[in-house]
């Protein structure tokens, strides 16, 4: 279509047809106007803002200048008070106290003084080192007077350094400026013989404010009240001070310590304490200026403000009255083109037609931007042409009234059913639905489209032949313009093929899920069948370890013994794999002390490296730190890293284990390294390491070990959101480590304090064998001959144990209520009654509740899942065989 230009003549618009005209001056007027209504409270509010930096200003300034004039004088006093202390005739008279020639020296340099500088009288004070009074130039006649109640003193005295501040002191006995000085010995300038003080009027203080018109005063106490605050403080009696206009105000303790500025009937004052060492208020600094002055200073920052408004209100409407005469000619006339180019194109359709306005603004601008959406319209027209077809091809597509009558139905819709259009429009939409889909799916789809929202879904359907179809379903309600629904449009989507392939999964899951069920249950009957003989190879050697062997048969038995526990560990690292991989791993997180946890792993294998010759180093530097995991589980990480290094290493060689911080993702973590000096590992073979099974070579090698340790070990510190890692060198050695982050907080501050509770190992340390436990009762229920030998031979080792044997449950459980038994060794799997089941029934017993019998379980089922139902079950203890013979008789010694 050829693109059709209207050239429009810009029509006049009158001002009462222009509504954008009329909003902005009406809001204009409007404005105005509140600004008039609120100027008043605005110009209250200012004042009471300006009042405040007034008061500020006021504050800050004189309290400037104050501080500023004493320390002048304090550093003028210091200067005079250093003279006189460093003076030789001076201190070599005061060492022994002779006024005379301190008179004498007191004066010449009063007269250089004069002469020199513009000190006309300066007055000092020679005090001894006691604190007495030895010679007042203003009073050479007082002599003796004790002045160690005077704080400046008392304070010069105790800290032996020079002291200055505001006190009273001089001839007149007003509050002055007083420097104490110490003076130092002339044969030892560490030891101090007495002090010089000199004080100076606050005269100047005085003059320096009347030059800038501004009122100071000092106010001493009035009297003696008792009460300190309620004291008075009236203006000081220093002759400088008489004509002050401060001379009537009067000052209350209480006041002065809760505010520093008062408003009088013409003035305003602010205060400034000067209290002693001890806090006590000794006098109060005043300074001055008339109400008059305060108010000018006020309105003078008001008419500022006043200025500033009036001068940004003028120029706000002076602008605003040019922008709407620009707005009128640059934007009110475009638009009426615009306008009538809309209202052709709205009637005729031509969205070919296009708009062109002369100009190089943003209207110029937006007209080419309309006549590009024209365009564009048209196109997306065309478009929507093509995406009709493709949804058609691709999707489901129906709509239907509001009864669930279809309307509409696209070609897949025919395609999927089997049914045609004709068949399928005027029809209800339950001609497709499959019987067996639930009838409350429907109830619910009905329910959400009805309230207007859009309801998904997956649905069954029934081709016409009969066959089902699956199809996720959106359910749209669609409303016209006035949000009333009118229609529904149903968009679906064939996954006949997902579903098939979906319940083909699901039985694929399932048979995993059974043969993963089959292998746990295979590893735990394994782990029975194994440990019950294994029970009595570990049982019977321990208790002859106790009999008196050559050395022959000493390390024949330990052979036998090690191969037992060799044996036993590879039961319980299997185990341990098969659990990790089922995922019925439990962790405990709290936080760990990564040093405790290192030094208790040191004391558990401290035997093997001594038997292995190898050297165990730590650099505890920067071990002490906290990390947030299950202990017993790293613990058993780094075990495994420990006891790897010193199997794999060299005689004579060193095991080496430090930490270092590392920064990632944001975080600290703590690197714990394992390095030993050993065999190395090959770079082909590091890929292989952590993989179960795999011993890189050393299958046949002297060096025990299952070759899943460190597949174990990868799994824990990954379930525990760390990592693990090694390097290696051929012929050199290895550095295993792994990592986890840093609680930040807890560490070698030591501000908050973690308790890390290490886990003992099963095995009891040897109790002394034989120990006499006379009267001791013990029932075991165990139907294997070799266990109750077992048990038998254990009790034999303890004098005055009576031992009783039932070989079933329910025959254990009779006996039970003759023997009535301290202690009870109960198996669980029992021909008949099982172990679990007998329980209850014996803590039934009443006589065994009196006797207070001690139940532990004695089985060879080992899982975590059956030591955790024993002891929900109520046993005591729940004990895995291979017995551990200390484990008994521990047990029994603690029965006493």
Request: with cysteine; glycine share 6%; hydrophobic share 40%.
């Amino acid at each position: 279509m050829l693109e059709k230009f209207l050239v429009l003549k810009v029509p006049k618009v009158q001002f009462k047809n222009s509504t954008l005209l009329k909003k902005p001056l009406w809001v204009s007027i409007a404005t105005l106007f509140a600004l008039v209504v609120i100027s008043v409270p605005l110009i209250m509010i200012l004042n009471q803002y300006h009042e405040e930096i007034v008061r500020q200003n006021f504050i800050e300034q004189e309290s400037r200048i104050l501080n500023d004039q004493i320390r002048q004088k304090i550093d003028i006093g210091d200067s005079i008070s250093i003279s006189y202390a460093q003076n030789s005739a001076i201190r070599d008279a005061l060492l022994f106290e002779e006024r005379g020639p301190i008179i004498k020296e007191l004066k010449d340099m009063n007269r250089q003084f004069s002469q020199k500088s513009r000190f006309q009288n300066v007055q000092a004070h020679i005090i001894t080192v006691d604190g007495r009074s030895l010679v007042k130039t203003y009073d050479l006649e007082s002599y003796s007077q004790d002045l160690t109640g005077q704080d400046l003193v008392k304070r010069a005295i105790e800290t032996g350094k020079s002291t200055s501040g505001i006190n009273i002191g001089g001839a007149a006995n007003y509050f002055r400026v007083i420097n104490i000085q110490p003076i130092y010995s002339l044969n030892d300038e560490s030891e101090i013989i007495g002090f010089v003080g000199v004080s100076q009027g606050l005269r100047s203080v005085e003059d320096s404010f009347a030059t800038n018109q501004v009122d100071y005063a000092l106010f001493a106490p009035a009297g003696n009240e008792t009460e300190s605050n309620a004291r008075q403080f009236i203006i000081s009696k220093a002759d400088y001070f008489e004509s002050s206009p401060l001379s009537g105000l009067v000052f209350i303790e209480k006041q002065l310590r809760s505010q520093n500025l008062y408003f009088f009937d013409d003035r305003i004052v602010y205060t400034q304490p000067i209290v002693d060492h001890d806090n006590h208020i000794l006098a109060v600094h005043a300074v001055s200026i008339p109400l008059q002055e305060y108010h000018a200073r006020v309105w003078q920052r008001n008419v500022d403000a006043i200025y500033i408004l009036a001068a940004i209100l003028l120029s706000t409407l002076s602008i605003s009255g040019l922008l709407l005469l620009v707005m009128k000619r640059s934007v009110i006339n475009p638009l009426a083109v615009f306008e009538k180019t809309i209202k052709k194109i709205t009637s005729s359709k031509e969205y070919g037609t296009s708009v062109k306005i002369a100009s190089d603004d943003e209207i110029g601008r937006l007209s080419e931007q309309f006549n590009a959406l024209l365009r564009q319209t048209e196109e997306l027209i065309h478009s929507l042409e093509y995406q009709q077809e493709a949804i058609d091809s691709s999707l489901i597509v129906s709509r239907t009234d509001l009864h669930g009558t279809i309307t509409y139905v696209n070609q897949q819709f025919e395609r999927i059913s089997g049914y045609s259009a004709e068949e399928l429009i005027g029809q209800s939409h339950s001609l497709v639905r499959h019987p067996d889909m639930p009838k409350e799916t429907y109830k619910e789809l009905w329910e959400t489209i009805q309230a207007g929202q859009v309801w998904k879904g997956q649905i069954k359907n029934r081709a016409k032949d009969g066959s089902a179809y699956y199809v996720t379903t959106h359910i749209l309600p669609i409303e016209n313009l006035s949000g009333e629904v009118t229609e529904y449009l149903a968009i679906r989507e064939d996954i006949t093929e997902l579903v098939e392939l979906k319940e083909s999964l699901q039985s694929a899951k399932e048979v995993a899920e059974n043969a993963s069920r089959a292998k746990s249950q295979f590893l735990s009957s394994m782990s029975h069948e194994l440990r019950t003989p294994l029970n009595s190879i570990i049982g019977f050697t321990q208790l002859l370890e106790f009999s008196d062997l050559n050395d022959k048969q000493k390390q024949q038995l330990q052979n036998i013994s090690n191969s037992g526990r060799h044996l036993l560990v590879l039961i319980n690292d299997i185990l341990e794999l098969a659990k990790i991989e089922a995922g019925n791993y439990e962790m405990s997180l709290e936080p760990v002390n990564v040093k405790e946890l290192v030094l208790d792993s040191f004391s558990m294998v401290e035997t093997l490296a001594k038997m292995k010759h190898v050297t165990l180093h730590c650099n505890d530097e920067g071990l002490n730190h906290f990390i947030k995991v299950d202990f017993t589980r790293v613990k058993q990480v780094l075990l495994n890293f420990l006891g790897n290094a010193i199997k794999y290493n060299r005689s004579q060689g060193d095991v080496f284990v430090y930490a270092k911080m590392v920064e990632e993702d944001g975080c600290r973590w703590i690197q714990v390294h394992v390095k030993d000096t050993g065999l190395g590992i090959a770079p082909k073979e590091l890929k292989h390491l952590f993989e179960p099974f795999n011993r890189l070579g050393h299958e046949n090698s002297n060096i025990e070990g299952t070759g899943i340790g460190l597949s174990i070990a990868k799994d824990l510190v990954d379930q525990l959101g760390g990592r693990i890692g090694v390097e290696s060198t051929e012929g050199v050695g290895s550095d295993f480590w792994f990592s986890f982050p840093v609680i930040e907080g807890l560490g070698e501050s030591g501000t908050e304090q973690i308790a890390v509770v290490s886990q003992e190992d099963d095995v009891f340390k040897s109790p002394d064998a034989g120990k006499n436990i006379n009267g001791l009762r013990v029932l075991y229920i165990e139907d294997n001959p070799y266990n109750v030998s077992l048990m038998e031979d254990i009790i034999d080792t303890l004098d005055g144990v009576e031992l009783t044997v039932a070989n079933s449950a329910e025959l254990g459980l009779a006996i039970a209520e003759q023997v009535i038994p301290d202690v009870m060794f109960i198996d669980i799997n029992l021909p008949g009654m099982s172990g679990v089941e007998l329980l209850p029934l014996l803590k039934d017993l009443p006589e065994l509740k009196q006797k207070g019998t001690a139940f532990y379980a004695l089985s060879a089922n080992a899982m975590e899942g059956d030591i955790q139902n024993g002891m929900e079950a109520g046993f005591d203890r729940y004990l895995t065989k291979p017995i551990k013979v200390n484990e008994i008789l521990m047990l029994l010694n603690a029965s006493v």
